[in-house]
C-alpha cells in the first residue's frame, strides 16, 4: 500500500536533533482471499475468493482482515486462505485494532496441514451450567473465572475439550478484549450465539 514517512527535528543553540522517520500506510492492501466458515480445509479449496483488505502485505496474528478499503468493516469470524496458508479471525486475536474491532487473527497455519490438526483458543471463563450467558459474565465479574482452552478443528471448524478432538464442548464461554467482557454459547461444538455482558 501507499506510505508516508514523518521526520522531525528540533534546532537550538546546542545543535540540531533529528528523529528516525515513522512510516505510516495511508491505504490498504488488497489481497485476493477464499474464506469458509466452517474450516481451514474449505478456505484452502480456494472456492469461495473474493477480495480483502489488510494494512500491511504481510500480515499475521494480531492483524485484522477487512471487507473494505477503508478498513473500518473487519471481515466475519471464519478461515481466510491466500492459497498456500490459512488464517482464522476472530474475537479471540488479541488484536492490534482491539479499540476499532474486536476480530482480529488469532490463529494462521499451512493449507497443506503439516500434521496440525487444531488451533487453541484460550477462553478467561467458562460454565456448563445455567441457560443464559448471566453465569460466565457473573463469574469474570467477579473475577473467580477459570481460564480454559477449547481446541477448534482444522478440518470441520467445531471446539473440542481436549487436543484429542474426540469431545464436543458445550457450554458458555468468555473472553475479555480490551476490558470489555463477552460471552459465547458453544453447543455440540459449535458457537450457537455471542455477546457483550
Not at 61 to 77: H, R
Request: charged share 10%.
Amino acid at each position: 500500500g501507499d506510505s508516508v514517512s514523518v521526520k522531525g527535528w528540533i534546532e537550538n543553540a546546542e545543535g540540531r536533533y533529528e528523529s528516525n522517520p515513522t512510516t505510516y500506510i495511508t491505504t490498504a492492501v488488497p489481497v485476493d482471499m477464499s474464506y469458509s466458515s466452517t474450516s481451514s480445509g474449505g478456505a484452502c479449496s480456494m472456492g469461495n475468493v473474493s477480495t480483502y483488505w489488510v494494512k500491511l502485505q504481510s500480515f499475521t496474528v494480531g492483524d485484522t482482515i477487512y471487507t473494505n478499503s477503508a478498513c473500518s468493516n473487519a471481515a466475519p469470524t471464519g478461515w481466510y486462505s491466500v492459497g498456500g496458508a490459512w488464517y482464522y479471525q476472530n474475537s479471540n486475536g488479541g488484536g492490534k485494532d482491539a479499540g476499532i474491532t474486536p476480530l482480529s487473527i488469532s490463529a494462521s497455519g499451512s493449507c497443506s496441514g503439516g500434521g496440525v490438526t487444531y488451533t487453541e483458543r484460550t477462553w478467561q471463563g467458562y460454565t456448563s451450567t445455567g441457560s443464559s450467558s448471566l453465569g460466565v459474565c457473573n463469574l469474570m465479574d467477579r473475577g473467580g473465572a477459570t481460564t480454559v482452552k477449547t481446541y477448534v478443528g482444522i478440518n470441520d471448524g467445531k471446539h473440542y475439550t481436549s487436543s484429542a478432538l474426540t469431545t464436543l464442548a458445550n457450554g458458555w464461554y468468555g473472553e475479555i478484549i480490551g476490558g470489555v467482557h463477552y460471552w459465547s454459547r458453544i453447543q455440540n461444538g459449535v458457537i450457537t450465539s455471542t455477546g457483550q455482558c
